[in-house]
């Protein structure tokens, strides 16, 4: 199973901007997709964006063309660059990675964004 480790998070103003990153280990990378999902308080997980193998994007409605997500697999890292936050991006962002051969899905921990108005 794949350790996955994020960092990036923290506080920023509406309209600032954040680079999340996960790291990833125990498994080839490559092999996997990978996302980023968020939890607001009360409310259930969500997607916010993937990334195939092949680099292949795909985002919520609620950050496109705000977000992007990228993946470095030399470094087997996938990130996710937020502009123009908005106070309704505060919440705890994860990383998730699914191996394409065996449907394998990790986890990360978290990371709490929290963007004030």
Same mark, same amino acid.
């Given at each position: 199973?794949? #350790?996955?480790? /994020? ?11 954040? *680079? ?18 968020? #939890? ?5 997980? /969500?997607?916010?964006?993937?990334? =195939? ?17 990228? *993946?470095?697999?030399?470094?087997? $890292? ?9 106070? /309704?991006? $505060? ?5 998730? $990675?699914? /191996?394409?051969? =065996? ?10 964004? =929290?963007?004030?108005?």
């Amino acid at each position: 199973q794949v #350790q996955l480790v /994020e960092s990036g998070g923290g506080l920023v103003q509406a309209g600032g901007s954040l *680079r999340l990153s996960c790291s990833a280990s125990g498994s080839i990378f490559s092999l996997h997709v990978a996302g980023w999902y968020r #939890q607001a308080p009360g409310k259930q997980r /969500e997607l916010v964006a993937t990334i =195939t193998t092949s680099g292949t994007t795909t985002y919520a409605d609620s950050v496109s063309g705000r977000f992007t997500i990228s *993946r470095d697999n030399a470094k087997n $890292t996938v990130y996710l660059q937020m502009n123009s936050l908005k106070p /309704e991006d $505060t919440a705890v962002y994860y990383c998730n $990675t699914q /191996e394409i051969f =065996t449907d394998r899905v990790s986890w990360g921990q978290g990371t709490q964004v =929290t963007v004030s108005s």
